[in-house]
């Protein structure tokens, strides 16, 4: 992820920290709002800060900003990334107002994305998200994290497989382009085997455009985690590739682009799924085999 540490910019005024997925490096950050709306994620430290704290942004704040980038901007702006951790929580009105807006002051924007949590699209129709799609709307980040129920429930995910499955069929369906990220490790020793099951699952009912893991990581400590398991017990390197051996194995893809190469990361693995399976588990069992012969990521280059 990445971290503007910028206080005060202009034309857009952002509130740190704000993150966006690595491939959005080049795109513009529009706040639509600060923080998340659920929060809860008991792995996820993103915006708990206290000035983090969930408030949509007015809907003058976001036109005006819009306004002003094009004044500063013009038409250099290509890529639009809607922030901040699910700015699809708006209502399907306000993000079309936004959308309208980026059309008319920013026509060289080719590509509009946002995260989104599958209880964001809950209450919104087939029809309303290809209204956002037909605006611009081409890509949504959703952190699935699991496919697993026990394991969304005890990292209070507030979602199941159930729900992650039908926003992601709905999203498909609009046309809007999916980039699911699962989290390598997040359900411990205990749940690790039915959490890549139950991940390669949802992704075979479900079909994303792309699909990134990324290796579960503390930097503030694991507290808040433990407490929604007895024994949560961190796996080590050899066994986070055996999960990602397990999830990769039972992937049935017809094609989507793969992508485990987030900085958190022991082993970099890229492909096309189905395509390049084999090549990829070929990969993961020759490292699971000798470790200290394969080029894993050093400790200290790894990070959220
Ligand atoms: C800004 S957050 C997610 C956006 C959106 N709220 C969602 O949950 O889909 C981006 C992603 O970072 C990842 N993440 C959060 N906390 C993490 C942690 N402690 N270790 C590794 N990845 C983490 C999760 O996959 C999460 O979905
Ligand atoms: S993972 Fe996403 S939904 Fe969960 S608290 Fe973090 S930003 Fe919010």
């Not at 993103?46 to 980038?69: A, N, S, W």
């Not at 991940?199 to 699909?211: C, D, I, K």
Request: with cysteine.
């Amino acid at each position: 992820m990445g971290e503007s540490e910028t206080m005060q910019a202009d034309p857009v005024r952002y509130v740190p920290p704000v993150y966006r997925p690595p491939s959005e490096a080049d795109s513009l950050i529009l706040p639509l709002t600060d923080g998340c709306s659920w929060n809860k994620c008991t792995f996820c430290e993103m915006y708990t800060d206290q000035h983090k704290k969930f408030r949509p942004r007015g809907e003058q704040e976001v036109l005006d900003t819009i306004r002003r980038c094009r004044e500063t901007y013009g038409d250099q702006v290509r890529r639009i990334f809607l922030a901040d951790g699910d700015a699809l929580t708006l209502s399907t009105r306000r993000l079309k107002a936004v959308l309208e807006a980026i059309r008319q002051e920013l026509p060289a924007v080719r590509r509009v994305s946002s995260y989104c949590l599958p209880r964001n699209v809950r209450n919104k129709s087939v029809d309303e998200l290809k209204e956002l799609a037909d605006l611009g709307l081409s890509l949504v980040y959703v952190g699935a994290e699991s496919g697993d129920d026990e394991v969304l429930a005890r990292v209070q995910k507030g979602e199941t497989f159930e729900t992650s499955r039908d926003a992601l069929v709905k999203l498909g369906a609009a046309g809007i382009k999916r980039s699911v990220m699962i989290l390598n490790g997040l359900g411990g020793k205990a749940l690790s085997r039915q959490h890549a099951e139950n991940s390669a699952r949802l992704m075979n009912e479900t079909q994303p455009e792309f699909l990134a893991t990324l290796v579960v990581s503390f930097p503030k400590g694991e507290e808040r985690l433990r407490a929604g398991f007895d024994n949560w017990q961190e796996l080590n390197i050899v066994e986070l590739m055996q999960e990602m051996e397990l999830l990769i194995s039972q992937l049935h893809l017809r094609r989507t682009v793969f992508r485990s190469d987030h900085a958190s990361n022991w082993l970099i693995l890229k492909g096309t799924l189905g395509a390049d399976k084999e090549r990829l588990l070929a990969k993961l069992r020759s490292a699971i085999a000798a470790p200290e012969a394969a080029h894993l990521r050093p400790a200290w280059a790894r990070g959220l």
